[in-house]
Nanobody, 124 residues
Framework: ARLVESGGGSVQAGESLTLSCAASLSTFDSFIMAWFRQVPGKEREFLAAVSWGTFYAETVKGRFTISRDNAKNTVYLQMNGLKPEDTAVYSC?????????????????????WGQGTQVTVSS
């Protein structure tokens, strides 16, 4: 399986970006898909996931929206109102199966497949 992120870049505070993650998974709709981010020296942080429903970390709820297009094997992260503290490497992740548990979908160890990440830089 291969996950490839795109759409990162440098923006000003308050602007928007949409990240995409193209997945080479034969049964894409059977996977929990998630977005995480990481800054140097810190642990990878859960942002959002989509399975039977959508799940969001409190830090991004109301600003970020996760969605998926099963026909294109792609998951998206629409990010609005970006802040300098959103600067990080953003990665998508995939786990086979379904869940309606926030504790499950937000845990890094749930996910077997990870993308390489895309850099998002937000300047003030």
């Amino acid at each position: 399986a291969r996950l490839v992120e795109s759409g990162g870049g440098s923006v000003q505070a308050g602007e928007s970006l949409t990240l995409s993650c193209a997945a080479s998974l034969s049964t894409f709709d059977s996977f929990i898909m998630a977005w995480f981010r990481q800054v140097p020296g810190k642990e990878r942080e859960f942002l959002a996931a989509v399975s039977w429903g959508t799940f969001y970390a409190e830090t991004v709820k109301g600003r970020f929206t996760i969605s998926r297009d099963n026909a294109k094997n792609t998951v998206y992260l629409q990010m609005n109102g970006l802040k300098p503290e959103d600067t990080a490497v953003y990665s998508c992740a995939a786990a086979f199966g379904y869940s309606n548990s926030y504790d499950v979908v937000s845990a890094r160890q749930t996910y077997r497949y990870w993308g390489q990440g895309t850099q998002v830089t937000v300047s003030s």
